[in-house]
């Protein structure tokens, strides 16, 4: 798998590349299978995850097919109240700001998620054995600040009082949710998916400082407690630029780069011993042909000088996820460039 082999300092086959959000409204066939159900309805059913994590693969031709899913899909799966708005993104019925909320906070057990395991053991029937699957799950201060603000946010100002004001509520509530990550994460591993994503979306907003201090020791437990099970672990962040060596500490195979920072650059800064993924900017598959080929040359130049300094492998992928409106043409264009250039 050029996928494995990339995160892992092997040589692959070919420069391995899949897109964030690959599987999802850029695709007719997703659109279409989707006019008449929600998208929660739709991660638990284990036939249209698999169908639906299928999708990019047939079409583009990937490397990689990341589990159709999302973060908060554990904590719905738990029993917390929220559904997924169009338009919106996740939105709590009753955010949790409180000793009582936290304590009232459901575990996960296993066999909550049995239609993402099922997905999982269908996929693998399915894949070709050279596309790598993704299993992804969201990093607890990601997970946090949904549950805080009751949804998504610009400022995460209720989030960041807690944690300032209330520090052992807070780290209460990372460790609950840290075991959550963990349940899910394990769950997809022992179903056998070929590498894992944690994704700490929000955590761009907070200084360096205080990462370490309030979200680093619990994103190092889950990297920890999946550490032994010898598939690549990636971790990736929005805006996080100035978190990168932070996040790498914690424990991950490859770092994610978004478009912020060019990947030779951010390869020094985390130090040579892990992959880099990224990093291309989303709206550059909308801005035709020559200008992806020459935003995908320059990327290539920095992840190949990347690796020749020592990092373990380059693996092309966007700095965020697909963008809706894109054409689902430009990304195929964009994996025929990234194979053949």
């Known amino acids: 798998m050029p996928l494995v082999a990339a995160a892992t300092g092997k040589v692959p086959s070919r420069r391995p590349v899949w897109f964030m959000r690959q599987a999802g409204r850029s695709l007719p066939e997703y659109r279409e299978i989707r006019a008449d159900r929600g998208m929660l309805e739709a991660c638990f059913d284990a036939e249209l995850v698999c169908e639906i994590t299928m999708q990019p693969v047939r079409r583009h031709d990937t490397d990689a097919a990341i589990l159709f899913s999302d973060i908060v899909v554990p904590l719905r799966a738990a029993g917390v109240?929220?559904?997924?708005?169009?338009?919106?993104?996740?939105?709590?019925?009753?955010?949790?700001?409180?000793?009582?909320?936290?304590?009232?906070?459901?575990?996960?057990e296993r066999e909550q998620v049995g239609a993402?395991?099922?997905?999982?053991?269908?996929?693998?029937?399915?894949?070709?054995?050279?596309?790598?699957?993704?299993?992804?799950?969201?990093?607890?201060?990601t997970l946090a600040s949904y549950l805080i603000e009751g949804g998504p946010s610009r400022t995460y100002e209720r989030t960041k009082t807690i944690m300032r004001a209330q520090p052992e509520l807070w780290h209460q509530l990372?460790?609950?949710?840290?075991?959550?990550?963990?349940?899910?994460?394990?769950?997809?591993?022992?179903?056998?998916?070929?590498?894992?994503?944690?994704?700490?979306?929000?955590?761009?907003?907070?200084?360096?400082?205080?990462?370490?201090k309030?979200?680093?020791?619990?994103?190092?437990?889950?990297?920890?407690?999946?550490?032994?099970?010898?598939?690549?672990?990636?971790?990736?962040?929005?805006?996080?630029?100035?978190?990168?060596?932070?996040?790498?500490?914690?424990?991950?195979?490859?770092?994610?780069?978004?478009?912020r920072v060019?990947?030779?650059?951010?390869?020094?800064?985390?130090?040579?011993?892990?992959?880099?993924?990224?990093?291309?900017?989303?709206?550059?598959?909308?801005?035709?042909?020559?200008?992806?080929e020459q935003e995908l040359r320059r990327i290539i130049a920095e992840g190949d000088r990347a690796v020749a300094a020592g990092a373990r492998g380059h693996i092309l992928n966007l700095g965020h996820g697909v963008l809706p409106t894109t054409e689902a043409s430009a990304i195929t264009r964009a994996v025929e460039l990234i194979h053949t250039l």
């Open 262 to 292: 060019p990947l030779d650059v951010a390869a020094e800064r985390v130090g040579y011993g892990v992959g880099i993924q990224g990093n291309l900017d989303p709206t550059v598959l909308m801005a035709g042909d020559e200008v992806l």
């Open 116 to 141: 993402v395991t099922s997905a999982i053991g269908m996929l693998l029937e399915q894949l070709p054995p050279s596309v790598a699957l993704i299993g992804f799950a969201g990093a607890p201060f």
């Open 214 to 259: 309030y979200v680093a020791p619990h994103s190092a437990r889950v990297m920890a407690e999946v550490s032994g099970y010898g598939v690549p672990r990636i971790h990736f962040g929005v805006g996080t630029g100035e978190l990168l060596a932070a996040m790498t500490r914690v424990g991950t195979d490859v770092i994610g780069v978004d478009w």
């Open 81 to 108: 109240d929220l559904d997924i708005v169009a338009g919106t993104g996740p939105v709590i019925a009753d955010p949790v700001r409180t000793a009582s909320d936290v304590a009232a906070l459901p575990r996960l």
């Open 174 to 212: 990372m460790g609950s949710l840290a075991d959550t990550t963990i349940t899910f994460l394990q769950a997809q591993l022992e179903a056998g998916v070929d590498a894992v994503q944690l994704f700490d979306s929000w955590a761009g907003a907070l200084s360096e400082a205080d990462y370490e």
